[in-house]
């Protein structure tokens, strides 16, 4: 430990030579690379917020550094998932051209790649065999890009690894079951000479159909999204090319209405969000869009703007930014961002209703933007959700930010921001338990931009809180919502504390073959049943006090039950059928 500590500080200091002792602000280029201007020190606003700070500390063992990329660093930040069912979350992710799995602080295992690993990895089950799988996508060298499926220790997964003639695979991949037979699908873009290609793929990595792969007209340079956004009860592919926005059906023809494409809103990185904001059933598509008429855009299931929207993004600044959706004192929340281009306090961040109106306190107005990971969790415990996001700025030692801010709009929680020594710009936090030890852990990745220099590095960093890692605390944990990177999110879970007593709810038995058994001390008003990747499959209502459920049809798999009670609240709850 002494030796890596003293390995730590010789590499600081080495970084600190070559500082140019200036603030800095990173903005991204159409190409994936970034530009670095020097700025003035910024005029910092102080807050109006009051609370004690929460007990957050540097991980023992941490920062860890790698050798990065000299020119394309890492997007999204890391995964967290606990693949060797210990409890506890290994830690996943690539750094230029290897990819890497720490466990219990240690490496546990890696990989090399062909081409670069910038974005998450995507995990699930894709066999149904109870063992997590992870898939990455590679490119942007000169290396053959390939699409790669590990199983949980490392070994490729047969029919694997893919490429395509060697073209770039950008983004993450998405995961989903899309027909319903509990092995999940592979949906992944690739890049060609100013037009792509986007792959619906079997666990086995052949093809879903002669029907795919679709080609796009332009760069499909977005992380896709699967979901039934019009309720037929059959999922569809969200994907933006760099002019327009598309959703396809399962035998890859353009949906009615789609595609989305107002002739000066562009779309790169900006990740499509997929979630029902009115309880109809059906699925909004939330996205952001740079261009001539940057925008935040909340589209219906036929690819209209909804009521209330679009909004631009202030001063027309470009954004590649993925919005977070979360579920807040009963109605949905969506959060957007931007970044900012000099020393000046602008805003920021945007906390939407669906109606398009902001929430009070927002937007927040500080210096330094963000297009990075927004995550959301009770971080200082008291009972109210904390923002936790990256910045797009540095300051003159070096150090980037991690901030967290009162989702009630009272300002920047105390001890924030965390400061590690690196850009957090285009990460963030990815929030977890790496040590199984029931508390909330903050996982960031940071690099360092050293411009005309063939040497740049990746650092490791995780935090510990005191806060419980559950999903009552943990509202948005990772890049899109969830590990299988597929968008598609399931809101209802409540995290006011005041307006109703929780029912308290049994489900037994769990697993189960056959029948479900549900009860409660409160009348229940309904009831859904969901599959792992958010598919709605069957509904039930006037449940009263209890309700037996027939699950025989249902294939063997994970499942997710929505109950609302009569109260308003709703919690949601695991099911597993087996055989």
């Known amino acids: 430990m002494k030796y890596r500590q003293f390995i730590l500080i010789l590499w600081l200091c080495l970084q600190l030579m070559q500082s140019t002792a200036q603030w800095r602000i990173g903005q991204l280029q159409d190409d994936g690379s970034i530009a670095v201007n020097s700025i003035q020190s910024p005029s910092h606003i102080a807050d109006n917020n009051t609370r004690s700070a929460p007990a957050i500390k540097l991980r023992e063992g941490y920062p860890v550094i790698f050798a990065a990329d000299p020119v394309f660093k890492n997007f999204r930040n890391v995964s967290l998932a606990d693949l060797d069912g210990d409890g506890a979350d290994e830690i996943i992710f690539g750094v230029a ?60 997964k047969p029919g694997w690894p893919r490429d395509f003639d060697g073209r770039w695979l950008i983004s993450s991949p998405a995961l989903a079951d899309i027909d319903g037979d509990s092995r999940l699908e592979i949906i992944c873009s690739d890049l060609e000479s100013g037009f792509g290609n986007v792959h619906l793929l ?13 080609t796009l007209p ?25 002019r327009e926005i598309y959703a396809f059906n399962l035998p890859g023809n353009v949906k009615e209405g789609w595609p989305f494409n107002n002739g000066v809103t562009k779309f790169s990185f900006q990740s499509p969000i997929l979630t029902d904001l009115e309880g109809d059933g059906l699925l909004e598509t939330i996205i952001e869009g ?29 954004t590649f930014h993925t919005p977070t959706v979360i579920q807040y004192e009963g109605s949905p929340v969506i959060l957007t961002g931007r970044p900012i281009s000099d020393n000046t306090a602008r805003p920021m961040l945007f906390a939407w209703r669906p109606d398009g109106s902001l929430l009070d306190g927002f937007p927040i107005v500080k210096t330094g933007g963000l297009e990075g990971l927004i995550t959301v969790a009770d971080i200082d415990q008291d009972h109210q959700p904390e923002i936790i996001f990256p910045s797009n700025m540095i300051d003159s030692l070096g150090h980037g930010f991690i ?135 069957s509904s039930y209502t006037d449940l009263s006090f209890r309700k037996t459920i027939n699950l025989t049809t249902l ?21 597993i059928k087996d055989q």
């Open 97 to 156: 051209d290897k990819f890497f799995v720490f466990r219990a602080d240690t490496l546990w295992w890696s990989r090399q790649l062909s081409g670069l690993a910038r974005f998450p990895a995507a995990i699930g089950d894709l066999e149904n065999d109870g063992i997590e799988d992870l898939v990455v996508l590679t490119g942007f060298n000169d290396d053959p890009g390939q699409i790669y499926a590990f199983n949980s220790r490392g070994i490729d």
């Open 202 to 214: 079997r666990s086995d990595g052949n093809s879903y159909s002669g029907n795919w792969p679709v």
């Open 218 to 242: 332009n760069v499909p340079a977005v992380t896709p999204s699967v979901g039934d956004i019009d309720g037929d009860g059959d999922p569809e592919v969200i994907i933006a090319s760099t």
């Open 290 to 318: 740079h261009g001539d008429w940057p925008l935040y855009l909340n589209l219906d299931a036929t690819g209209q703007h909804k009521e209330g929207w679009p909004k631009p993004v202030p001063q027309g600044q470009w």
């Open 403 to 537: 901030h967290a801010y009162e989702l009630d709009g009272s300002g920047e929680v105390p001890g924030f921001p965390l400061k590690p020594y690196g850009w957090t710009f285009l990460n963030g936090a990815t929030l977890g338990d790496v040590d199984g030890n029931g508390l909330l852990d903050l996982a960031v990745l940071t690099y360092t931009e050293n411009e005309g220099s063939a040497h740049d590095s990746a650092l490791l960093y995780v935090y510990e809180t005191d806060a419980p890692a559950n999903d009552e605390s943990v509202l948005w944990s990772t890049y899109k919502g969830n590990n299988l990177r597929n968008g598609n999110i399931v809101l209802g879970l409540s995290t006011s504390r005041t307006i109703h007593e929780a029912p308290q709810i049994k489900l037994f038995p769990n697993p189960t073959p056959d029948y479900l058994r549900i009860e409660s001390n409160h009348s229940l008003h309904s009831l859904e049943i969901f599959t792992s990747t958010g598919h709605k499959i």
């Open 555 to 575: 294939p063997v798999g994970v499942y997710m039950i929505k109950i609302n009670s009569q109260g308003g609240q709703a919690q949601m709850h695991k099911i």
